[in-house]
């Protein structure tokens, strides 16, 4: 089993920045991609995806996201970083990090993150 930690959301203001961290424990050695999504506001559970790393090396990041936020990470701790740079109101949400192994995904409990303007 793994287990997946978000930490670092919070309140700020429309063009400041925050960085969102996740950890991982139990057994981390097979996992072999990482990823930030968001909930998508609205009815449901639908969650964008904003960036994957892939082998601590492979990093993919949504269009919607490109220059503007960046991930970084541990690929031995199975750590993945989200840097979040001039933050709009409509990046207000809750924002979950992914681990995925050979036979699961794993999901955090999510980090709160609120843009004030």
């Known amino acids: 089993q793994v287990q997946v930690v978000e930490s670092g959301g919070g309140l700020v203001q429309a063009g400041e920045s925050l960085r969102l961290s996740c950890k991982t424990s139990?057994?981390?050695?097979?996992?072999?991609?990482m990823g930030w999504y968001r909930q998508v506001p609205g009815p449901g559970t639908q969650r964008e995806l904003l960036?994957?790393?892939?082998?601590?090396?492979?990093?993919h990041y949504a269009d919607s996201i490109k220059g503007l936020f960046t991930i970084s990470g541990d690929n031995v701790k199975k750590t993945l970083d989200l840097q979040m740079n001039r933050l709009k109101t409509k990046d207000t949400t809750v924002y979950y990090c992914?681990?995925?192994?050979?036979?699961?995904?794993?999901w955090g409990q999510g980090t709160q993150v609120t843009v004030s303007s």
């Open positions: 960036a994957t790393m892939t082998g601590g090396v492979n990093i």
């Open positions: 992914n681990a995925r192994d050979l036979t699961d995904g794993y």
């Open positions: 139990g057994d981390i050695s097979s996992i072999y991609i």
